[in-house]
């Protein structure tokens, strides 16, 4: 399996990006996908989750329905809209395919993309 996110760049407060997970490689129809952030000197944190055969979706608690993660099966993408963005979303944003366990926790993800650096200035 193979996922290429892409997407971030420098944005200013309030404003918005959508970032993009292209996967290729193994695909089953119960594969879930997942969007974690990194910030400097911290840990790697659960954004959003979603199936990858159904309409379920779990985020993070700190999204406040700022965030929406959504897929495109037939181009085998997966998509993290962000919209009023704060400087404390600055971080590298990693999309991951999970492989079991607790969808929160980094360890459930087998498989992971190098990562799209977002940057929100004041």
């Known amino acids: 399996v193979q996922l290429q996110a892409s997407g971030g760049g420098l944005v200013q407060a309030g404003g918005s990006l959508r970032l993009t997970c292209a996967r290729s490689?193994?695909?089953?129809?119960?594969?879930?996908m997942g969007w974690f952030r990194q910030a400097p000197g911290a840990g790697r944190e659960f954004v959003a989750t979603?199936?990858?055969?159904?309409?379920?979706?779990y985020y993070g608690d700190f999204v406040e329905g700022r965030f929406t993660i959504s897929r495109d099966n037939a181009k085998r993408e997966v998509y993290l809209q962000m919209n009023s963005l704060r400087t404390e979303d600055t971080a590298r944003y990693y999309c991951?395919?999970?492989?079991?366990?607790?969808?929160?926790?980094?360890?459930?993800?087998?498989?992971w993309g190098q990562g799209t650096l977002v940057t929100v200035s004041s």
């Open positions: 991951a395919l999970f492989t079991g366990g607790r969808y929160k926790d980094p360890s459930a993800y087998g498989f």
């Open positions: 979603i199936l990858w055969n159904d309409d379920r979706t």
């Open positions: 490689g193994r695909t089953f129809s119960s594969d879930e």
